[in-house]
């Protein structure tokens, strides 16, 4: 099993910056995928960026080139550094594991998922 803790959360201006990180105990680069996704308020769960198990990164298409995913494969930890936030961007987030196939929508409830950390961007 796979057990996500995300950190990093936290309120920022619009503008801003935050890294959130994701310790994953359990997980394994060559054979899970792993990923970052949000859910806010009165809408439906999104995927925002992910690695495959051959290490192929994705991103959804409206946070591409302000978000980037990265990890530490000897800390088995997952991070997502966030520029340019937007009160859009207001949202719990939460990091994911799941063995292939790795789009977003193969996520679901088999799948090992950390509790979250809320990002906050005032305008």
């Known amino acids: 099993e796979v057990h996500p803790v995300e950190s990093g959360g936290g309120s920022v201006q619009a503008g801003g910056s935050l890294r959130l990180s994701c310790a994953a105990s359990g997980y394994d680069s060559r054979r899970h995928c792993i990923g970052w996704f949000r859910q806010a308020p009165g809408k439906e769960r999104e995927g925002l960026a992910s690695i495959s198990a051959d290490g192929t990164t994705h991103y959804k298409e409206s946070v591409r080139g302000r978000f980037t995913i990265s990890q530490d494969s000897a800390k088995n930890t997952l991070y997502l550094q966030m520029d340019n936030l937007k009160p859009d961007d207001t949202a719990m987030y939460y990091c994911?594991?799941?063995?292939?196939?790795?789009?977003?929508?193969?996520?679901?409830?088999?799948?090992?998922w950390g509790q979250g950390t809320q990002v906050t961007v005032a305008s």
């Open positions: 994911a594991a799941t063995f292939p196939p790795c789009s977003f929508s193969d996520y679901d409830v088999l799948s090992y």
